[in-house]
């Protein structure tokens, strides 16, 4: 995961002493995580933040990008933070980058911005999503 996290070329750390190995292994103590492997080798992966209810981390070798592992990856961490009970989750990227396309894409909501510069995102629920549109509608 973290040869993935450094390799890429969007939402590089600034400082890569700030996310090291061990920081992988709290978050899947405090949270899940899931792997896309091809060939035995892992391409991609995702961790979600049980106490922040939070997608903590979602990155794509940059030679397996646009084939649909971001989307299965993303999927499958929002609906366990939703199964988990949460109604709203939330995640961080940088602005102007394929992966902020990527999550309002994905119906994610800008939320402001996080300490460290990035942009907060919010995505709520379908099920309160769908209580909201049925009370407008009224």
């Not at 996310?19 to 292994?25: K, L, R, S, T």
């Not at 990227?93 to 996080?114: I, K, L």
Request: glycine share 8%.
């Amino acid at each position: 995961m973290h040869r993935i996290r450094t390799s890429v070329h969007e939402n590089r750390l600034a400082d890569p002493s700030r996310v090291q190995p061990h920081h992988y292994q709290a978050m899947l103590r405090s949270g899940r995580g899931w792997v896309c492997e091809v060939d035995g080798r892992v391409t991609g992966f995702a961790v979600a933040d049980l106490q922040a209810a939070s997608v903590w981390a979602l990155f794509v070798d940059p030679v397996h990008e646009r084939r649909g592992i971001g989307r299965h990856l993303h999927d499958a961490a929002v609906a366990w933070l939703f199964a988990s009970g949460f109604e709203r989750i939330s995640l961080t990227t940088d602005p102007g980058t394929r992966a902020e396309r990527f999550y309002v894409a994905a119906g994610w909501t800008r939320a402001g911005h996080a300490e460290n510069g990035e942009m907060r995102y919010e995505l709520v629920s379908a099920a309160i999503r769908e209580a909201v549109m049925v009370h407008r509608w009224r």
